[in-house]
């Protein structure tokens, strides 16, 4: 079973949250016109992001292994050029929740996260409004296009990392209650010993 169906995003879920961010197939065509600029400049974006997070301990520590990052830095190479296709298939959503999974299982902080998303949005934004040559209006459109794309992809992983959280919080009491349970049964043993 995929992501998609753990998670219960349907097809109509889908489409609900789509309509409710007012992102239109006229936002996906012109993301999607914007492509041929991303690839260009995708590397650069990664490149710097990199070494802001690394200027920072916390974020950091992840980062023991080398090739740890040179992976990361792929699958973050990856994820951003996907922010410009103009198909919101299966695959695209699965890789949010995905992602979402990958950052709750290594125990990231929500706020590096987030901010991540913010510095990458900066970023991406800069090279858009001094590269691709739009005039104000279509500039004004794609800006408000990628803050919309980002905010689904938001909504998405932080559904993913909050729902492990809660998986394993209900796994940590479930097993507090098994072994209060154990405890009770050796000491009625004992007392039926005795
Ligand atoms: C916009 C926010 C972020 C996005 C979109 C993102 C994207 C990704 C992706 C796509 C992967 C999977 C790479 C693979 O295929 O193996 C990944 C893994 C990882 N990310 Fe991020 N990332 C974000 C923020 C961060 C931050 C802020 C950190 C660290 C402070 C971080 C640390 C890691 C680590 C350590 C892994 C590897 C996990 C493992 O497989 O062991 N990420 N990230």
Redesign the pocket.
Known sequence: MGLIETFHITQRERTERITFIHLRPEDLALLGELQPLMEKYVDAIVEAFYVE?LGHS??RS??AEES?LR??K???R??LLSLFSDELDDAHFE?RLR?GQ??ER?G?PLK??VS??AN?FERIVTVIEFQAGLPSERLLTAVLALNKMMNLDLQLALESYASLSARVRSLGQQLQSTTAALNQAVKADKQNDE
């Open positions: 997070l916390e974020p992840f980062f740890t992976r990361v792929a699958g973050q990856a994820y890789l992602i990958v950052h290594i990231l590096w996260y991540s998303m990458f």
